[in-house]
């Protein structure tokens, strides 16, 4: 691509006079950069290793000092903004389906897809500046997903609403608020790890994926995901105990998972926690806590089935009641 035509793109401006007028691809991961890339500076200190990985071209949004005059550096007012617009130009030659989906349909993606077979299926990162990577890679007829609809009008205007579909399901158990056994179509499925509340996320993406995926990878999945605890707070089996805590730090899912839980483990003894201060209109009754070292000691105290805690992930609460071990225990 040629240098004078990415200054039109991004609407950048030239800062020196380069002997070289073109650039092989774009990378905003300094340590992928190869002779003759361009190279999105993110962080000013990676400016020297992209120059010794034989860049072409520096494109900037602050002040640096020009290091290396052979070489076009590209001034712009936002980076994110020129982002885009290089990806939407490098999009807007290929024949793509393309289409955004709401955030479990899109974690579900991420799990559930398989990298050969499903080598036509692309999934646009949230932080678009990882998207270069897989550009080089579409080819016509691909299909890419994006969890963000206002970001997909941004990079390919032509797009549609992947969770449109309506399914039949059933002879439906639910064995635990976190496992399910039901029928669609000519297929059953048996204990699946997933909550009957995201039944139709799962079916729109496993259908999509052609009912050809590993199931095991739901493991992954981490909405609704139990850590089941005993009363030392000391991880146990998978339904080894009746206590079991759950976190959400999406704000879109806590809601529904709210009313879910209350609405399915209605005789249960549910405790909500935060670090936040959460909004009183809520009607919710939660325990504020100052720290998560507070956790086990609050809990150990406490008469509960299940604890919901908003605003955190499942990694950092699984990794804070994995800090410190009680002891044995006789459940």
Not at 50 to 58: C, V
Not at 118 to 137: A, T, Y
Not at 163 to 189: A, V
Request: hydrophobic content about 40%.
């Amino acid at each position: 691509m040629q240098i004078t035509s990415i200054l039109d793109i991004i609407d950048g401006r030239l800062l020196n006079q380069p002997s070289i007028s073109f650039i092989y691809s774009i990378k905003t991961n300094v340590k992928r950069v190869k002779e003759g890339d361009l190279f999105i500076v993110q962080k000013k200190e990676d400016i020297p290793l992209a120059l010794e990985n034989g860049a072409f071209a520096i494109v900037i949004d602050e002040e640096v000092e020009i290091l290396d005059n052979e070489i076009a550096w590209i001034k712009v007012k936002k980076l994110n903004e020129a982002i885009i617009k290089l990806i939407r130009f490098l999009l807007s030659n290929k024949k793509l389906t393309a289409f955004f989906c709401n955030t479990i349909s899109f974690q579900l993606f991420n799990i559930l897809k398989k990298t050969t077979l499903h080598s036509h299926i692309k999934i646009v990162p949230n932080d678009l500046s990882k998207f270069f990577k897989l550009i080089d890679e579409l080819e016509d007829n691909d299909t890419i997903i994006c969890s963000k609809k206002e970001l997909l009008d941004d990079i390919y205007p032509v797009n549609f609403d992947f969770n449109t579909k309506h399914y039949e399901i059933k002879n439906l158990i639910e064995h635990s608020i976190f496992e399910t056994s039901f029928s669609y179509q000519d297929r059953y499925f048996s204990k699946v790890k997933i909550s009957s509340l995201y039944l139709k996320e799962f079916l729109d993406v496993y259908s999509f994926l052609g009912f050809n995926a590993d199931l095991n990878k739901l493991k992954k999945f981490n909405n609704l995901k139990p850590i089941f605890v005993d009363k030392l707070i000391n991880h146990t089996d998978y339904g080894k105990t009746d206590k079991f805590l759950i976190a959400q730090n999406n704000q879109l899912l806590i809601d529904q998972e709210i009313k879910y839980l209350k609405n399915k483990y209605k005789y249960a003894k549910i405790l909500y926690l935060t670090l936040e201060e959460v909004d009183d209109n809520t009607n919710l009754d939660y325990i504020h806590i100052d720290s998560l070292e507070d956790l086990k000691n609050i809990l150990k105290k406490s008469q509960f089935n299940a604890v919901y805690f908003l605003g955190i992930d499942y990694e950092t609460l699984y990794n804070q009641i994995s800090k410190q071990n009680n002891g044995p225990t006789l459940i």
